[in-house]
Each structure stands twice: as C-alpha cells, then as structure tokens.
C-alpha cells in the first residue's frame, strides 16, 4: 500500500476510535444534603 492510503486509514483508525471512547462518559449525580438550620440564641437556658 502506499504511504497516502496507510496515513489515511490510520487517521480514520484514530478517528473511530475517538468517537467510540467519547459516548462511554459516565455523569455522576449527587445529591445535596439538606441544609439544617443552625439553634438561634436565646440568652438563657431552657
């Protein structure tokens, strides 16, 4: 084969394997704990 046809297989090789590897991300979702809210001061003890 002449070098043209093996540069451009090669090219198409990477580009094939590109695509492929870039539809396998994952998203990872978490989920936030909820806010609590802190005691306000009263002054005294109860």
């Not at 043209?4 to 539809?23: N, P, R, Y």
């Amino acid at each position: 084969m002449s070098k043209a046809i093996k540069s451009i297989l090669a090219v198409g090789f990477v580009a094939l394997v590109a695509a492929c590897a870039q539809q396998e991300e994952e998203y990872i979702v978490v989920e936030p704990e909820p806010i609590s809210v802190e005691p306000t001061y009263t002054g005294k003890y109860k």
